[in-house]
């Protein structure tokens, strides 16, 4: 598949805004700043400035451009043009939020990480698990298991089951921290929701269907 090279330098800079932001910021930034928090929002992480105001960004940046090269050479030639452009725009939403949150907790302002991050989080499982449904089997998007690469019908009842579920996470994760309830036991909770169940429901149809084929040819 042909490379959208505007597409790729528009999104691309987009990944380096915060790096701009921050050579600009440079003299007022502390010499170490956090970069990791915990569910609760308070920092567990810190890196120096250089490696975040420098390479957070240009390391995020790497990371879209494999990402972008996968997409452009992968078989998902049926995949969605919303959920294609949810996708590609995903590191440089994940670059701006970083930069932000760092940059402005490094000045000194409060960045209500624990509101922020579930709310982005939230945000992204529901517009991920809208089109989760209507990704046509490939081998680079979707939940790509043996099972469901190996049978349409497998492929899209698991596609539907997990969008659905990631719809209700997202629902469920934003009504929790607009209540002030956020915490990590629900976090794993919603992982094991939308991760573990469509995998299990993925494998159980695949083996309920096997040994029907088995009998079938007996």
Not at 1 to 20: A, D, G, H, W
Not at 48 to 55: D, L, M, P, Q, Y
Not at 110 to 124: A, C, D, N
Not at 174 to 181: R, S
């Amino acid at each position: 598949m042909k490379i959208n090279k505007k597409e790729l330098l528009l999104t691309s800079l987009v990944c380096l805004l915060p790096l701009l932001a921050g050579a600009a910021l440079y003299p007022r930034l502390p010499e170490t700043m956090a970069t990791h928090w915990g569910i609760d929002g308070t920092a567990n992480g810190w890196s120096s400035r250089a490696a975040t105001v420098f390479g957070l960004p240009l390391f995020i940046l790497a990371l879209h451009l494999v990402c972008f090269y996968a997409e452009s050479h992968g078989t998902n030639r049926n995949m969605n043009p919303a959920l294609r452009t949810v996708l590609l725009w995903f590191c440089p939403a994940v670059s701006l939020l970083g930069g932000a949150l760092t940059l402005g907790t490094g000045l000194g302002y409060e960045m209500h990480i624990s509101t922020v991050v579930p709310v982005f989080m939230g945000l992204l499982f529901l517009i991920l698990g809208n089109y989760l449904p209507k990704i046509r089997r490939n081998l680079t998007v979707g939940i790509k298991l043996p099972w469901t690469l190996a049978s349409e019908e497998n492929w899209s009842r698991t596609h539907r089951i997990a969008g659905f579920l990631w719809v209700l996470a997202g629902l469920v994760t934003l009504a929790v921290t607009l209540l002030g309830a956020w915490s990590s036991g629900l976090f794993f909770a919603l992982l094991v929701l939308t991760a573990g169940i469509p995998t299990l429901y993925s494998y159980c149809y695949y083996r309920r269907h096997e040994r029907e084929d088995k009998d079938g040819n007996d």
